[in-house]
Nanobody, 123 residues
Framework: QVQLVESGGGLVQPGGSLRLSCAASGFTFSSSFMSWFRQAPGKEREFVAGISWNGYNEYYSDSAKGRFSISRDNAKNTVYLQMDSLKPEDTAVYYC????????????????WGQGTEVTVSS
C-alpha cells in the first residue's frame, strides 16, 4: 500500500532552517509528481511546493518562493523540503502528498498523504 512518512520537523527560531524529508513506498515514486502542503491551526491546508517526476520542474507558493527549495532523490524514494529564513507564520503541520491528477495547487489533486510533521517557528 502507498505510504508517505514525513520527518524533520521541530522547533526552530525565526531566521533558522529545517530540512523535511518524506520517504515513499508502495508506488512508483520515480514517475510521480510530489508536493508539500502545510496546515496551520484554524486554517485550510495550502500548497507549499511541488516537483515533477524527474525533478526538472519545481513549483512554489508565493510565500515559499525564494526561501524554500523542494528536491527529490528517486534512488531513495524520498522528497525533501529545505526551508530557510523561517518565519513564525511558517508554523504549521507539513504534509507530503502524491499527486493523482488535476491542479497541483489543490488538495483535490492528491489522493495520498503522509501523517505530517510539525514545524514551529518561535523564539
Amino acid at each position: 500500500q502507498v505510504q508517505l512518512v514525513e520527518s524533520g520537523g521541530g522547533l526552530v527560531q525565526p531566521g533558522g532552517s529545517l530540512r523535511l524529508s518524506c520517504a515513499a513506498s508502495g508506488f512508483t515514486f520515480s514517475s510521480s509528481f510530489m508536493s508539500w502542503f502545510r496546515q496551520a491551526p484554524g486554517k485550510e491546508r495550502e500548497f507549499v511546493a511541488g516537483i515533477s517526476w524527474n525533478g526538472y520542474n519545481e513549483y512554489y507558493s508565493d510565500s515559499a518562493k525564494g526561501r524554500f527549495s523542494i528536491s527529490r532523490d528517486n534512488a531513495k524514494n524520498t522528497v525533501y523540503l529545505q526551508m530557510d529564513s523561517l518565519k513564525p507564520e511558517d508554523t504549521a503541520v507539513y504534509y507530503c502528498a502524491r499527486r493523482s491528477g488535476g491542479s497541483y495547487r489543490s488538495t483535490y489533486g492528491y489522493a495520498y498523504w503522509g501523517q505530517g510533521t510539525e514545524v514551529t517557528v518561535s523564539s
